[in-house]
């Protein structure tokens, strides 16, 4: 088994946090997104979409998608728990999960890519009037998460789960998006330190 | 338990399809969209968001986002299989269910709702070049997953999966979105055809 891995971009991160979590180690091969090597022919057999990472299982079967990597690994390790632990609790995980990529991380990438240098190869046409109207919605979602998280200490109830990866993960994609965290947002800023320093954050 | 319910959208249509193919018969509140009842305080408070489908449980826990919901149902009543029967077969079902999301149904969404008058008040600001954008990718992801699908019945494999749902939405969708399935697709339109075929897809 192998990790084709992606360095500091948003998916590989998420994926080597949910590693960190769990303790497993997977031998990593390292790939360099900055010189496009998830654009070679080898990743292309591996991934028709050209994206990282990709798991490569002993069979050779390739898999792809951080999330569908985090579920083999959950089905395989299911201690610590981080996609729930019954059908009410899975659901309830899930439903944060799908809640944050779609209505944080992006509408963040939505703004990134459709206005940073960097993409203008990756994402065409950019379209710099759409990165600009997902700022306001990634405003409102942080105002809406900051509510939500009043009342509990994690993004799903009271354990720490791939929900509160994939927003922590968000969180950080902020910075190279040029959105701030408004310091208003005591709950959101409260669990965000707290997830940024646990170890696994710099996985 | 009772399902809130939203008629002929994508989404309400994705859990209904799932539930006949399992055949589970939950209770259904039926929600008019047309109307706008997805926006009424009732929906709020049980999905911020205001989106349906939302399965209210016994307990009173309201849990929303489709696949979610199918994942309880899938943990709870796991015959037929609908997301895999191991770890492998579960990261794989659930990599062509993420695919489908984000490089199909999303790219279709995105011709839709930044185009069609209908959806003025709801997708602010419509930005009728990103609508336009998002075309040519929905062709570029309809011509690879006819390649995909030259070898295999299914979109994961041998056997049909919510993979399958949500493609099946997804190709009727681009229906209102003006989008048409091009006939060339030779083994695209042979996995249409056979998932339309089945009695759940009334559902």
Request: hydrophobic fraction near 45%; glycine fraction near 4%.
């Amino acid at each position: 088994m192998r990790l084709y891995d992606g360095g500091k971009a948003p998916n590989p991160r998420r994926v080597r946090i949910f590693l960190a979590e769990k303790g497993i180690e997977v031998p990593l091969e390292p790939v360099d997104m900055n010189q496009l090597g998830h654009k070679s022919e080898a990743i292309k057999r591996l991934n028709p979409l050209q994206r990282l990472p990709v798991l490569v299982l002993d069979d050779g079967t390739a898999v792809s998608e951080s999330v569908a990597i985090c579920r083999y690994f959950e089905e395989l390790h299911p201690e610590p728990p981080l996609m729930g632990v019954d059908a009410q609790d899975k659901a309830v995980v899930e439903m944060w999960q799908r809640r944050i990529e779609m209505h944080l991380l992006l509408l963040i990438a939505n703004v990134f890519r459709h206005a940073h240098p960097a993409m203008a190869e990756w994402e065409v046409p950019q379209i710099k009037e759409f990165s600009e109207a997902n700022r306001p919605k990634v405003l409102a979602s942080l105002e809406w998460l900051n509510e939500e998280l009043a009342d509990r200490p994690f993004m799903a109830g009271e354990r720490y789960t791939i929900a509160d990866i994939t927003a922590m993960i968000a969180l950080d994609f902020m910075k190279p998006s040029r959105i701030e965290l408004p310091s208003h947002l005591v709950h959101l800023n409260r669990w965000y330190d707290s997830v940024k320093a646990r170890p696994s954050a710099d996985a």
